[in-house]
């Protein structure tokens, strides 16, 4: 069975700093590049940050670069979503998911809540 469980979520003053947790299992960690993505209220999902750990590539999304770093323990299946300097827009369900080319979503998470208040 394949899941992906997030965790880390919560809320948190603006300036203040969270690190989202995925936990993978039931599919080849190794042959996909694992992204964290969000929603809004009212908004699309939209990219945060994907990692390619073959390549130890990343890409990132405008809107969090220098405050988002994403990164992963393949040894543990892990993939870690540290997000400092978070502001009120940050708030989101953010999701963590096992792509192609972080492009095709192949699997999801249930997601995880993240409010950052002012």
């Known amino acids: 069975e394949v899941q992906l469980v997030e965790s880390g979520g919560g809320l948190v003053q603006a300036g203040g700093s969270l690190r989202l947790s995925c936990v993978a299992s039931?599919?080849?960690?190794?042959?996909?590049?694992m992204g964290w993505f969000r929603q809004a209220p009212g908004k699309e999902r939209e990219v945060v940050s994907c990692?390619?750990?073959?390549?130890?590539?990343?890409n990132v999304a405008d809107s969090v670069k220098g405050r988002f770093t994403i990164f992963s323990d393949n040894a543990d299946h892990t993939v870690y979503l540290q997000m400092n300097n978070l502001k009120p827009e940050d708030t989101a369900v953010y999701y963590c998911a096992a792509t192609w080319g972080c492009i095709d979503i192949e699997f999801w998470g249930n997601g995880t809540l993240v409010t950052v208040s002012s």
């Open positions: 990692f390619e750990s073959s390549v130890g590539s990343t």
């Open positions: 039931g599919f080849t960690f190794d042959d996909y590049v």
